[in-house]
């Protein structure tokens, strides 16, 4: 009776440990892409002080950190540069007006709306809040 | 098991583990040289503030891009010698893993020098991860860190994830840990002999008047990205591996089949290779 006994707790053991691996094999995908999620872009914000502003109304618009920024009424119209098909960071082209990405060939006009594929989106226009004599933009992931 | 086909083989898989220690050695060399936080200035030191590191970091790219065609050569031998009869299923498709993982360790190296192609290069890499159904996302950070952490992942993943497994795998695959002396001094000499002549190229910090393009070896996949969804930049690398894998279980016309839509996609891959600088990189 005590082999079977122990046999019976031996299997019984054996049994748990093959439940509680499985069930580690099944969350572990779920809590590594939990952590994933959360490691996703943070927020970023770009600080445009009176100088920048100054000279973006000055040369009709200024590259700063990944947007480009005019003026418009005093108040700054920022456009993101990262391009909508995938990812690259497009470049004023003062020749055509507008903007081109380098990597695909994507064109946008100097409103963001796009003109040319590959991309089929327009440039985002991250949000912009007054902070003293300053202004912040404030980036989300998909727009940095 | 069938005898390998008539005509010469090549050593070309001892000759890729010589070049993959070469690799892998002169990368535990520049190591301490880089600073992912400061990517493009570490490399401009080495190419000329420290003297003959400008050789080991040639030495590491013409080392990883001879083992990326002695791994290439080795598959091709082994195809048209009939080397499905000669390995098992299992081992065949672990080792159709060495080039896809070659791919991402040198996209990753070119990556990290932090200029603007590299740049570019970076994110469109997010880019297609991201286009991936509920993995994406998730993947990308994976590989490459959060968007806008810089190069911390990518530089932990060159130098140990990929480089780890593609010696594992090589060493799986042949059966050795460490190439043969021969393998060495070809890979070791041959490299340093390019390197000597060829300069590594590591362009400006920001993009110039022209467009950008990836590292040689992906500028089809580049191309086909002018023209196809995002999502063809890993469809097609995913139909090549799994083709290749493939060539492990089919015989006969299916197998003949396998390879002309293997070489429909290589051939595919050049063409837009061609379109792309036709373009003058879009």
Do not use: N
Request: overall charge positive; some cysteine.
């Amino acid at each position: 009776m005590a082999t079977v006994g122990s046999r019976s707790r031996r299997e019984f053991l054996d049994t748990a440990w093959r439940w509680v691996a499985a069930a580690g094999a099944a969350l572990a995908p779920l809590g590594v892409l939990g952590i994933l999620s959360r490691a996703g872009g943070r927020p970023r914000e770009i600080v445009l002080d009176p100088g920048i502003l100054e000279r973006a109304a000055r040369e009709g618009g200024v590259a700063v950190e990944g947007v480009y920024v005019r003026v418009r009424d005093g108040v700054p119209d920022v456009l993101s540069l990262r391009c909508r098909h995938l990812g690259c960071r497009v470049r004023p082209d003062p020749a055509r007006g507008g903007f081109e990405c380098p990597c695909h060939g994507s064109r946008y006009g100097l409103d963001g709306r796009v003109h040319s594929g590959p991309a089929r989106s327009d440039l985002l226009r991250p949000a912009v809040r007054r902070s003293g004599d300053r202004w912040i933009v404030e980036l989300g992931a998909d727009d940095d | 098991m069938i005898e390998p086909a008539a005509g010469p083989r090549c050593r070309c898989g001892d000759l890729a583990l010589g070049f993959l220690a070469v690799t892998v050695l002169s990368g535990v060399a520049l190591a301490p040289l880089y600073r992912p936080e400061a990517a493009l200035e570490s490399v401009e030191a080495i190419e000329a503030g420290l003297p003959w590191a400008w050789l080991l970091r040639a030495v590491h790219g013409f080392a990883a891009l001879g083992f990326l065609l002695a791994t290439v050569a080795h598959l091709v031998d082994a195809v048209r010698a009939g080397g499905r009869e000669r390995l098992p299923a299992g081992p065949w498709w672990r080792s159709t893993l060495l080039l896809p993982l070659a791919v991402l360790a040198m996209l990753g190296g070119f990556v990290l020098r932090g200029d603007a192609e590299s740049l570019a290069a970076l994110a469109v890499w997010r880019g297609v991860l991201e286009t991936i159904p509920l993995l994406g996302a998730p993947l990308a950070t994976l590989l490459l860190g959060p968007p806008g952490a810089g190069f911390g992942a990518v530089t932990a993943h060159h130098a140990g994830t990929f480089s780890l497994l593609l010696w594992l795998i090589a060493a799986d695959h042949g059966r050795r840990m460490w190439p043969t002396g021969r393998s060495w001094a070809v890979a070791l000499l041959s490299s340093a002999a390019i390197a000597g002549v060829v300069p590594l190229p590591l362009g400006p910090a920001e993009p110039t008047g022209v467009g950008l393009l990836g590292p040689w070896y992906l500028l089809g996949l580049q191309g086909m990205l002018l023209d196809l969804p995002p999502a063809t930049a890993w469809l097609v690398p995913v139909f090549l591996a799994g083709g290749v894998g493939a060539l492990a279980h089919v015989q006969g016309r299916a197998r003949t089949a396998t390879l002309a839509a293997l070489g429909a996609l290589l051939a595919a891959w050049v063409g837009w290779t061609v379109r792309l600088l036709l373009a003058g990189a879009g």
